[in-house]
């Protein structure tokens, strides 16, 4: 499975055509704050929700969630892979490195305002 650094996600996040950045975790969590740009996908609701959020199976994913420890990215990354989306990518240190690196983050309500 790919995997991407906190480096190299915070240079594509900047560039033109930055990949769709998806957490896998529950709501209350994104709501809290979230990569910037990202958009809700938990990891239990891939099979639901996978063909509204990503319509295009060639498009490139990067997948993430709380900390290296956490697994709900890989789940929800293998199970993409096995949908048949071809461009699927961990960020496996997460939310926990991004923010010790300090980047910034996004809350519910930027995310809300966004999509208006």
């Known amino acids: 499975m790919k995997t991407i650094s906190t480096d190299a ?8 055509r930055s990949p769709l950045l998806l957490e896998a975790l529950p709501e209350r969590y994104f709501a ?3 990569l910037p740009g990202a958009r809700l996908f ?11 959020v990503i319509p295009e199976q060639s498009t490139p994913v990067v997948v993430y969630c709380a900390s290296r ?3 709900n990215s890989r789940i ?3 199970r993409l ?8 990518t961990v960020y496996e240190d997460g939310k ?8 910034p983050f996004e809350t519910d309500s930027v995310a ?5």
């Open 9 to 16: 996600l915070y240079r594509s996040l900047q560039a033109n």
């Open 32 to 34: 809290q704050k979230h």
């Open 42 to 52: 938990p990891h239990d609701q891939v099979d639901r929700r996978a063909g509204e």
């Open 69 to 71: 420890s956490c697994q």
């Open 76 to 78: 929800a990354a293998q």
């Open 81 to 88: 892979i096995q949908l048949g989306y071809t461009d699927v």
């Open 96 to 103: 926990q490195a991004w923010e010790e690196g300090g980047l």
């Open 112 to 116: 809300e305002q966004r999509a208006a």
